[in-house]
Protein backbone atom coordinates (compact mmCIF):
# COMPACT_ATOMS: atom_id res chain seq x y z
CA UNK A 1 0.00 0.00 0.00
CA UNK A 2 1.86 3.39 -1.02
CA UNK A 3 2.46 5.84 1.56
CA UNK A 4 -0.05 8.71 0.41
CA UNK A 5 -0.69 12.23 2.22
CA UNK A 6 -3.82 10.99 3.94
CA UNK A 7 -2.05 8.19 5.01
CA UNK A 8 0.79 10.54 6.40
CA UNK A 9 -2.13 12.74 7.95
CA UNK A 10 -3.45 9.80 9.87
CA UNK A 11 -0.37 8.24 11.47
CA UNK A 12 0.45 12.10 12.11
CA UNK A 13 -2.66 12.31 14.13
CA UNK A 14 -1.91 8.70 15.75
CA UNK A 15 1.38 9.73 16.67
CA UNK A 16 0.65 13.10 17.94
CA UNK A 17 -2.62 11.22 20.35
CA UNK A 18 -0.02 8.78 21.43
CA UNK A 19 2.73 11.27 22.52
CA UNK A 20 -0.75 13.11 24.03
CA UNK A 21 -1.47 10.51 26.29
CA UNK A 22 2.27 9.16 27.09
CA UNK A 23 2.35 12.84 28.57
CA UNK A 24 0.12 12.76 30.42
CA UNK A 25 0.50 9.24 31.86
CA UNK A 26 3.82 10.78 32.63
CA UNK A 27 2.38 14.17 34.24
CA UNK A 28 0.01 12.43 36.34
CA UNK A 29 2.73 9.98 37.48
CA UNK A 30 5.49 12.29 38.07
CA UNK A 31 4.08 15.39 37.75
CA UNK A 32 1.33 15.38 39.87
CA UNK A 33 0.50 17.81 41.52
CA UNK A 34 1.44 20.82 40.57
CA UNK A 35 -0.56 23.42 42.62
CA UNK A 36 -3.03 23.05 45.68
CA UNK A 37 -5.47 19.90 45.87
CA UNK A 38 -8.89 21.09 47.28
CA UNK A 39 -10.49 18.58 49.94
CA UNK A 40 -14.12 18.84 50.39
CA UNK A 41 -15.43 17.80 53.84
CA UNK A 42 -19.37 17.70 53.33
CA UNK A 43 -19.39 18.12 57.50
CA UNK A 44 -19.13 21.63 59.07
CA UNK A 45 -15.55 22.42 60.85
CA UNK A 46 -14.90 20.71 63.81
CA UNK A 47 -17.09 17.54 63.00
CA UNK A 48 -14.97 14.11 63.09
CA UNK A 49 -14.92 13.68 59.54
CA UNK A 50 -13.24 17.43 59.36
CA UNK A 51 -10.89 16.49 62.21
CA UNK A 52 -9.81 13.22 60.14
CA UNK A 53 -9.21 14.83 57.02
CA UNK A 54 -7.44 17.83 58.11
CA UNK A 55 -4.91 15.26 60.14
CA UNK A 56 -4.36 13.40 56.94
CA UNK A 57 -4.29 16.48 54.54
CA UNK A 58 -1.59 18.07 56.73
CA UNK A 59 0.56 14.83 56.38
CA UNK A 60 -0.27 14.47 52.49
CA UNK A 61 0.26 18.10 51.99
CA UNK A 62 4.09 17.28 53.46
CA UNK A 63 4.71 14.57 51.32
CA UNK A 64 3.34 16.12 47.96
CA UNK A 65 5.05 19.05 47.97
CA UNK A 66 1.39 20.78 47.83
CA UNK A 67 -1.14 22.34 50.14
CA UNK A 68 -4.71 20.47 50.68
CA UNK A 69 -6.85 22.99 51.53
CA UNK A 70 -9.73 21.77 53.02
CA UNK A 71 -13.35 23.21 52.33
CA UNK A 72 -16.32 22.34 54.59
CA UNK A 73 -19.27 22.19 51.99
CA UNK A 74 -22.14 20.88 55.15
CA UNK A 75 -25.50 21.09 55.01
CA UNK A 76 -28.46 18.25 53.84
CA UNK A 77 -26.64 15.28 55.56
CA UNK A 78 -23.45 15.56 53.44
CA UNK A 79 -25.25 15.41 50.04
CA UNK A 80 -24.36 19.80 48.97
CA UNK A 81 -20.17 18.55 49.36
CA UNK A 82 -21.13 15.76 47.29
CA UNK A 83 -22.77 17.35 44.57
CA UNK A 84 -20.00 20.13 44.47
CA UNK A 85 -17.23 16.15 44.02
CA UNK A 86 -19.70 14.90 41.42
CA UNK A 87 -19.66 17.95 39.36
CA UNK A 88 -16.14 18.79 39.55
CA UNK A 89 -12.99 18.10 36.89
CA UNK A 90 -11.60 14.76 37.46
CA UNK A 91 -7.76 16.37 37.18
CA UNK A 92 -7.11 14.99 40.87
CA UNK A 93 -7.33 18.52 42.35
CA UNK A 94 -10.82 18.24 43.81
CA UNK A 95 -10.94 15.21 46.58
CA UNK A 96 -14.07 14.14 49.26
CA UNK A 97 -13.09 12.93 52.55
CA UNK A 98 -16.40 11.67 53.39
CA UNK A 99 -18.17 9.39 56.17
CA UNK A 100 -20.52 6.34 55.67
CA UNK A 101 -23.24 8.82 55.00
CA UNK A 102 -22.21 8.71 51.98
CA UNK A 103 -23.43 5.35 51.39
CA UNK A 104 -26.95 6.19 53.97
CA UNK A 105 -28.01 9.10 51.33
CA UNK A 106 -29.19 6.89 48.30
CA UNK A 107 -31.86 5.64 50.46
CA UNK A 108 -32.73 8.36 52.89
CA UNK A 109 -33.40 10.17 50.19
CA UNK A 110 -35.96 10.14 47.63
CA UNK A 111 -34.20 11.72 44.67
CA UNK A 112 -30.35 12.82 44.60
CA UNK A 113 -28.50 15.44 42.34
CA UNK A 114 -25.52 13.06 41.41
CA UNK A 115 -24.76 9.21 41.16
CA UNK A 116 -23.70 7.55 44.36
CA UNK A 117 -21.62 4.84 42.44
CA UNK A 118 -21.24 6.18 38.68
CA UNK A 119 -20.35 9.89 39.66
CA UNK A 120 -17.20 8.79 42.26
CA UNK A 121 -14.35 6.68 42.45
CA UNK A 122 -12.92 5.45 45.51
CA UNK A 123 -9.53 5.75 46.63
CA UNK A 124 -9.70 4.54 50.42
CA UNK A 125 -11.20 4.41 53.43
CA UNK A 126 -8.98 5.97 55.91
CA UNK A 127 -10.20 5.04 59.37
CA UNK A 128 -13.25 3.05 61.09
CA UNK A 129 -15.41 4.78 63.97
CA UNK A 130 -16.40 2.51 66.59
CA UNK A 131 -19.97 4.45 67.81
CA UNK A 132 -19.96 3.64 71.99
CA UNK A 133 -23.79 2.67 73.36
CA UNK A 134 -22.85 5.08 76.46
CA UNK A 135 -25.87 5.66 79.30
CA UNK A 136 -25.98 7.64 82.65
CA UNK A 137 -24.79 5.73 85.26
CA UNK A 138 -28.02 6.92 87.28
CA UNK A 139 -30.19 4.73 84.91
CA UNK A 140 -28.97 1.76 87.34
CA UNK A 141 -28.24 -0.29 84.04
CA UNK A 142 -24.41 -1.72 84.18
CA UNK A 143 -24.35 -4.16 81.16
CA UNK A 144 -26.34 -3.97 77.57
CA UNK A 145 -28.25 -7.51 78.57
CA UNK A 146 -29.76 -5.22 81.27
CA UNK A 147 -30.61 -2.55 78.75
CA UNK A 148 -32.21 -4.98 76.40
CA UNK A 149 -34.02 -6.23 79.60
CA UNK A 150 -35.63 -3.23 80.78
CA UNK A 151 -36.78 -2.49 76.72
CA UNK A 152 -38.34 -5.75 76.65
CA UNK A 153 -39.91 -5.32 80.18
CA UNK A 154 -41.97 -1.72 78.96
CA UNK A 155 -41.75 -1.37 75.14
CA UNK A 156 -42.06 2.05 73.77
CA UNK A 157 -40.49 3.75 77.11
CA UNK A 158 -36.96 3.76 76.11
CA UNK A 159 -35.74 6.10 73.94
CA UNK A 160 -31.91 6.77 72.02
CA UNK A 161 -30.37 9.45 71.16
CA UNK A 162 -29.06 10.63 67.71
CA UNK A 163 -27.21 12.98 65.49
CA UNK A 164 -29.97 13.16 62.96
CA UNK A 165 -32.28 11.45 61.72
CA UNK A 166 -30.18 8.89 59.21
CA UNK A 167 -27.13 9.66 60.14
CA UNK A 168 -24.40 6.88 61.38
CA UNK A 169 -25.57 7.31 65.12
CA UNK A 170 -29.20 6.70 63.99
CA UNK A 171 -28.32 3.46 61.64
CA UNK A 172 -26.35 1.92 64.37
CA UNK A 173 -28.90 2.47 66.80
CA UNK A 174 -31.82 1.29 64.47
CA UNK A 175 -29.39 -1.71 63.78
CA UNK A 176 -28.98 -2.68 67.63
CA UNK A 177 -32.99 -2.52 67.82
CA UNK A 178 -33.51 -4.62 65.24
CA UNK A 179 -31.12 -7.77 66.08
CA UNK A 180 -32.08 -6.88 69.71
CA UNK A 181 -36.21 -7.34 68.81
CA UNK A 182 -36.72 -4.00 71.34
CA UNK A 183 -38.99 -1.37 70.74
CA UNK A 184 -37.14 1.87 71.72
CA UNK A 185 -37.80 5.75 70.23
CA UNK A 186 -35.49 7.46 68.22
CA UNK A 187 -34.62 11.13 69.59
CA UNK A 188 -33.27 13.65 67.19
CA UNK A 189 -30.24 16.07 67.32
CA UNK A 190 -28.47 17.99 65.03
CA UNK A 191 -25.33 16.70 66.52
CA UNK A 192 -23.56 15.21 68.96
CA UNK A 193 -22.93 17.87 71.52
CA UNK A 194 -26.54 18.31 72.15
CA UNK A 195 -27.70 14.59 72.15
CA UNK A 196 -24.87 13.65 74.82
CA UNK A 197 -25.68 16.69 77.02
CA UNK A 198 -29.19 14.99 77.22
CA UNK A 199 -27.77 11.69 77.73
CA UNK A 200 -25.45 13.03 80.38
CA UNK A 201 -28.86 14.63 82.50
CA UNK A 202 -30.86 11.18 81.61
CA UNK A 203 -33.77 12.84 79.57
CA UNK A 204 -32.82 10.31 76.88
CA UNK A 205 -32.11 6.86 77.45
CA UNK A 206 -28.51 5.63 75.74
CA UNK A 207 -26.85 6.97 72.85
CA UNK A 208 -24.63 5.26 70.28
CA UNK A 209 -21.71 8.18 69.86
CA UNK A 210 -18.43 8.40 68.22
CA UNK A 211 -15.48 8.03 70.97
CA UNK A 212 -14.30 11.41 70.69
CA UNK A 213 -17.06 13.34 72.24
CA UNK A 214 -17.38 10.81 75.01
CA UNK A 215 -14.25 9.22 76.11
CA UNK A 216 -13.75 12.04 78.70
CA UNK A 217 -16.87 11.63 80.54
CA UNK A 218 -16.83 7.62 79.99
CA UNK A 219 -13.02 7.76 81.73
CA UNK A 220 -14.64 10.78 84.40
CA UNK A 221 -17.17 8.03 85.21
CA UNK A 222 -19.87 10.58 83.98
CA UNK A 223 -21.30 7.79 81.12
CA UNK A 224 -21.04 4.22 81.29
CA UNK A 225 -19.80 2.70 78.11
CA UNK A 226 -22.16 -1.01 77.94
CA UNK A 227 -20.70 -1.70 74.52
CA UNK A 228 -19.41 -0.67 71.22
CA UNK A 229 -21.50 -0.81 68.02
CA UNK A 230 -18.48 -1.79 65.75
CA UNK A 231 -17.57 -5.30 64.24
CA UNK A 232 -14.44 -5.40 66.63
CA UNK A 233 -13.60 -3.72 69.65
CA UNK A 234 -12.16 -0.17 69.97
CA UNK A 235 -8.67 0.44 70.32
CA UNK A 236 -9.72 3.63 72.37
CA UNK A 237 -11.82 1.27 74.26
CA UNK A 238 -9.86 -1.93 74.89
CA UNK A 239 -12.12 -3.21 77.32
CA UNK A 240 -15.46 -2.59 76.10
CA UNK A 241 -17.13 -5.67 74.47
CA UNK A 242 -18.67 -5.03 70.97
CA UNK A 243 -22.64 -5.36 70.70
CA UNK A 244 -22.44 -9.08 69.89
CA UNK A 245 -19.77 -9.89 72.04
CA UNK A 246 -22.45 -8.80 74.92
CA UNK A 247 -25.26 -10.90 73.99
CA UNK A 248 -26.69 -9.23 70.27
CA UNK A 249 -25.07 -10.93 67.64
CA UNK A 250 -26.14 -8.69 64.20
CA UNK A 251 -25.77 -5.53 65.50
CA UNK A 252 -22.52 -4.67 64.16
CA UNK A 253 -22.51 -1.02 61.82
CA UNK A 254 -19.50 0.03 60.54
CA UNK A 255 -19.04 3.74 60.77
CA UNK A 256 -15.92 4.56 58.13
CA UNK A 257 -14.21 8.06 57.24
CA UNK A 258 -12.73 7.87 53.47
CA UNK A 259 -11.79 9.19 50.42
CA UNK A 260 -13.27 9.62 47.19
CA UNK A 261 -12.69 11.52 44.11
CA UNK A 262 -14.73 12.36 41.16
CA UNK A 263 -15.32 9.01 38.71
CA UNK A 264 -13.34 10.23 35.41
CA UNK A 265 -10.03 11.00 37.62
CA UNK A 266 -6.85 9.07 36.10
CA UNK A 267 -6.17 6.02 37.42
CA UNK A 268 -2.53 7.34 38.24
CA UNK A 269 -3.97 9.72 40.22
CA UNK A 270 -6.04 7.49 42.18
CA UNK A 271 -3.23 5.22 42.61
CA UNK A 272 -0.85 8.46 44.16
CA UNK A 273 -3.45 9.25 46.31
CA UNK A 274 -3.97 5.88 48.39
CA UNK A 275 -0.38 5.41 48.44
CA UNK A 276 -0.14 8.70 50.21
CA UNK A 277 -3.02 7.79 52.51
CA UNK A 278 -1.65 4.61 53.35
CA UNK A 279 2.18 6.77 53.95
CA UNK A 280 0.30 9.39 56.37
CA UNK A 281 -1.42 7.07 58.40
CA UNK A 282 2.02 5.25 59.22
CA UNK A 283 3.22 8.58 60.65
CA UNK A 284 3.19 9.15 64.49
CA UNK A 285 2.01 11.80 64.71
CA UNK A 286 -1.32 10.46 63.48
CA UNK A 287 -1.51 7.75 64.76
CA UNK A 288 -1.38 9.36 68.00
CA UNK A 289 -4.31 11.94 67.05
CA UNK A 290 -6.54 8.72 65.60
CA UNK A 291 -6.14 7.32 69.20
CA UNK A 292 -7.25 9.96 71.11
CA UNK A 293 -10.45 10.39 68.56
CA UNK A 294 -10.92 6.68 69.43
CA UNK A 295 -10.28 6.53 65.51
CA UNK A 296 -8.67 3.04 64.06
CA UNK A 297 -6.81 3.35 60.55
CA UNK A 298 -8.26 1.12 57.51
CA UNK A 299 -6.95 1.06 54.14
CA UNK A 300 -8.88 -0.95 51.08
CA UNK A 301 -7.17 -0.65 47.31
CA UNK A 302 -9.50 1.56 45.08
CA UNK A 303 -11.15 -1.23 43.41
CA UNK A 304 -11.81 -2.79 46.53
CA UNK A 305 -13.21 0.51 48.10
CA UNK A 306 -15.55 0.82 45.22
CA UNK A 307 -16.58 -2.63 45.70
CA UNK A 308 -17.16 -1.92 49.59
CA UNK A 309 -19.36 0.90 48.85
CA UNK A 310 -21.46 -0.85 46.33
CA UNK A 311 -22.47 -3.84 48.67
CA UNK A 312 -22.73 -1.09 52.04
CA UNK A 313 -25.64 1.14 49.96
CA UNK A 314 -27.44 -2.18 49.35
CA UNK A 315 -27.14 -3.34 52.95
CA UNK A 316 -28.35 0.02 54.10
CA UNK A 317 -31.03 -0.15 51.63
CA UNK A 318 -32.55 -2.79 53.73
CA UNK A 319 -31.35 -1.35 57.13
CA UNK A 320 -33.70 1.33 56.29
CA UNK A 321 -36.45 -0.42 55.10
CA UNK A 322 -36.51 -2.95 57.84
CA UNK A 323 -36.33 0.40 60.59
CA UNK A 324 -39.53 1.81 58.99
CA UNK A 325 -37.50 5.19 57.48
CA UNK A 326 -39.40 7.39 54.74
CA UNK A 327 -36.54 9.29 52.28
CA UNK A 328 -37.00 12.54 52.42
CA UNK A 329 -38.44 14.13 49.48
Same mark, same amino acid.
Given at each position: ????????????????? #?????????? #???? &??????????????????????? *????????????????????????????????? *????? &?????????????????????????????????????????????????????????????????????????????????????????????????????????????????????????????????????????????????????????????????????????????????????????????????????????????????????????????????????????????
Amino acid at each position: MPFTRTTRRTAATALAA #AITSLSFGAF #AQGG &YPTKPIRVIVPFAAGSTTDIIAR *AIADKMGQSMGQTLVVDNRGGASGTIGQQAVAT *AAPDG &YTVMIHSSSHTVSPSTFAKLPFDTVGDFAGVTPISSLPNALVISPAKGIKTLQDLVATAKAKPGTVNFASAGQGSATHLNAEKFKLAAKIDAQNIPFKGSAEAVTEVLSGRVDYYFSPIAPVIGQIKDGQLLALAVGSPKRAAALPDVPTTAEAGVPGSEFNFWIGMMVPAKTPRDIVNRLHDEVVKALATPEVKERFLKLGADAWTLKPEQFDAYIKDEIKSNATLVKAAGLSPTQ
